[in-house]
């Protein structure tokens, strides 16, 4: 065979396997469990967390005064999200995520973020270069949107982080990025991510369980009884992959994500 025919033929092999992608939330990684299931997810899957998530996670020491703010205040929020248990868990966490400048172990976690700066991003292999601009557009937007339907929350640290998380896993729905959450024990399982959204009147679905598996690895994380969630985020009309356009503003990247697809589902 010529040379010439092996490449046009490699050209229509499927890719290599690559890990799942997923977006790690803040809800999740200040739970119960929150730092195991990061390690165990890191194991299987290429682990992003937006830099909100980030930086509160490297400074966790000085939020265990007053976890509650990193609780998002909803109306009509349960009042047990906000009980003692629940500030309880998230002291406990903190505690553990307490450690991470300082421990070798917990900074060789394979983790992914984007940084404020170009030379302080962790990338996996193959990243394409339009990534961060489509970040950055997509979180504006969003930010533009929360602002808007929820005025009286401004400066929280908990939608802060909402608008974070799901702006990454929007600008790597290319490669099949989701965010990996928990569910909550009321509102049947909903997550947190998926509360915050309907109250932005962004439309938001839910799979059937089995209808699809982000990783036959991650079922592994429900062993010891985390109800963890799935949430998958398309916004139409908006690239997946490459540069964004530099001309459209955040008023109409806003109004993308009121229609955009969120689905979710348990793990």
Not at 109 to 121: N, S, V
Not at 173 to 189: C, Q, Y
């Amino acid at each position: 065979m010529l040379a010439t025919d092996r490449r046009a033929q490699s050209a229509h092999l499927p890719p290599a396997r690559v890990p799942p992608t997923c977006v790690v939330d803040l809800r999740l990684a200040v739970g119960q469990h929150g730092l195991w299931t990061v390690a165990r997810a890191a194991r299987s899957c290429w682990v992003w967390m937006g830099e909100s998530v980030r930086a509160i996670l490297r400074s966790a020491g000085s939020h265990t005064r007053r976890p509650e703010g990193l609780i998002p205040e909803l109306p009509f929020s349960p009042a047990e999200r906000n009980g003692d248990g629940q500030r309880r868990e998230i002291c406990e966490e903190l505690a553990l995520w307490q450690q991470w400048p300082s421990c070798h172990e917990i900074g060789a976690l394979p983790l992914c973020f984007l940084g404020d700066r170009a030379d302080e991003a962790v990338l996996p292999p193959g990243t394409d270069g339009g990534l961060r601009g489509r970040y950055e557009q997509l979180a504006s937007g969003l930010a533009y949107l929360v602002g808007e339907s929820l005025p009286s929350t401004d400066g929280s640290l908990a939608l802060a982080s909402f608008v974070d998380t799901l702006a990454l896993a929007a600008a790597l729905a290319g490669i099949g990025g989701f965010v990996l959450t928990r569910r909550e024990a009321t509102a049947g399982g909903l997550p947190v991510s998926c509360e915050i959204a309907d109250l932005c009147e962004i439309p938001i679905g839910r799979l059937p369980a089995g209808q699809l598996r982000v990783s036959p690895d991650l079922g592994g994380l429900s062993a010891i009884g985390s109800p963890l969630a799935a949430i998958h985020v398309i916004v139409p009309g908006y690239p997946v992959l490459g540069r964004p356009d530099p001309a459209v503003d955040e008023r109409e990247i806003a109004g993308k994500w009121r229609r955009a697809r969120i689905s979710w589902h348990a793990i």
